[in-house]
């Protein structure tokens, strides 16, 4: 008898079977060994996060704070999500942030720097694929800004209208959205614009205060960007105007030097013009997968670029639209397709 108990048998397969270890036990083993390194990764993967998370709170090297500056200025322009950023970060944080990607204040554009356009009788419009990576856009150049208006919907003060059916009822080529309107708790039906809203020379809303930013157009065709009193807009004969901001190239400078601009990413829509009087109308898809967005900087960047003298940002997210040539171009961001909007730039 061997020393462990088990008699030993003058069979070596019966002897090899009875040494062997019961299969249970080589079961359980094995489960054991992959139960200890499935935790093992679980572990490590919290750990990585930990560090990854640190880093986003407190680290002040440059990829952590781009992404955490990122982070709170994309929160805290919009108007239901500012708890991404008030959770993690205190008021004085965030307000650090949002003032290191401030947008200058570069004052208003001065109209005689740009050439008389349209004397070149050419009257083109080229669609321009303007995609990089994180984001999908397209850029519309107009050779002649004599076809740029404004258009609004026709239900003023009750309802907006969407961009094909402004195209429709204007006999427009090209119409993006354009400026900014009452909008309660994201549910606004678009109806109520602010600011000033002028188009073909007529008032159509102004709200009751004593100066306007105006995003528009005078009889000279010029893009003007400025902050003017209700009689300075009738003397610089401003046929068409809607309000937003901000300006992000005025007279060829550009107003972020440094930082994103403070907006973030989101779908942007704006317009510009050339020094030559071609007008840029930008739009850039965002909150979606293959374009998440862009800044201000991103904007303001392509249309210098593209030659842009002066750039205005145009009300953007989910109204960021761009009808061509009898369809949408664009993807606009919101679950139920276009937003309905009281304002629009539209190519006849």
């Known amino acids: 008898m061997s020393n462990t108990g088990i008699p030993k048998s003058s069979d070596p397969i019966w002897q090899e079977?009875?040494?062997?270890?019961?299969?249970?036990?080589?079961?359980?083993?094995?489960?054991?060994?992959?139960?200890?390194?499935?935790?093992?990764?679980?572990?490590?993967?919290?750990?990585?996060?930990?560090?990854?998370?640190?880093?986003?709170?407190?680290?002040?090297?440059?990829?952590?704070?781009?992404?955490?500056?990122?982070?709170?200025?994309?929160?805290?322009?919009?108007?239901?999500?500012?708890?991404?950023?008030?959770?993690?970060?205190s008021e004085a944080e965030i307000q650090k942030i949002m003032d290191n990607n401030k947008v200058a204040d570069l004052g208003n554009s001065d109209p005689s720097n740009i050439e008389t356009p349209g004397t070149d009788n050419n009257t083109g419009i080229e669609l321009i694929d303007i995609s990089q990576k994180g984001f999908k856009g397209y850029l519309l150049k107009i050779t002649d800004p004599g076809r740029v208006k404004v258009a609004a919907t026709?239900?003023?003060?009750?309802?907006?209208?969407?961009?094909?059916?402004?195209?429709?009822?204007?006999?427009?080529?090209?119409?993006?959205?354009?400026?900014?309107?009452?909008?309660?708790?994201?549910?606004?039906?678009?109806?109520?614009?602010?600011?000033?809203?002028?188009?073909?020379?007529?008032?159509?809303?102004?709200?009751?205060?004593?100066?306007?930013?105006?995003?528009?157009l005078n009889r000279d065709d010029v893009l003007v960007l400025g902050h003017y009193t209700l009689n300075q807009i009738k003397q610089m004969d401003i046929r068409d105007a809607v309000t937003f901001s901000p300006f992000l190239v005025v007279d060829g400078k550009p107003s972020i030097t440094h930082g994103d601009g403070g907006w973030g990413i989101a779908p942007r829509t704006a317009i510009g013009q050339t020094k030559e009087g071609n007008i840029l109308m930008l739009v850039i898809d965002g909150r979606q997968i293959g374009s998440l967005g862009a800044t201000l900087k991103d904007v303001q960047d392509i249309m210098l670029e593209n030659g842009a003298y002066n750039v205005a940002n145009l009300d953007g997210g989910s109204s960021t639209v761009l009808y061509y040539n009898g369809k949408i171009v664009n993807h606009p961001s919101s679950q139920y397709g276009e937003r309905h909007a009281p304002s629009f730039f539209i190519v006849k």
């Open 17 to 89: 079977r009875l040494d062997r270890k019961p299969a249970g036990i080589y079961y359980y083993s094995r489960k054991k060994k992959r139960l200890r390194q499935l935790l093992t990764g679980i572990l490590s993967l919290f750990i990585i996060f930990g560090l990854c998370f640190l880093g986003f709170l407190y680290a002040p090297i440059q990829p952590f704070r781009m992404l955490r500056e990122l982070w709170v200025t994309s929160a805290m322009t919009t108007l239901n999500h500012q708890y991404l950023a008030t959770y993690l970060f």
């Open 154 to 216: 026709s239900h003023l003060g009750k309802m907006g209208a969407k961009a094909e059916d402004i195209a429709k009822e204007n006999g427009a080529i090209a119409v993006i959205n354009g400026g900014a309107f009452e909008d309660p708790e994201g549910k606004g039906n678009g109806g109520q614009p602010l600011g000033i809203l002028i188009s073909d020379g007529h008032i159509l809303h102004k709200d009751p205060v004593s100066s306007f930013n105006i995003i528009g």
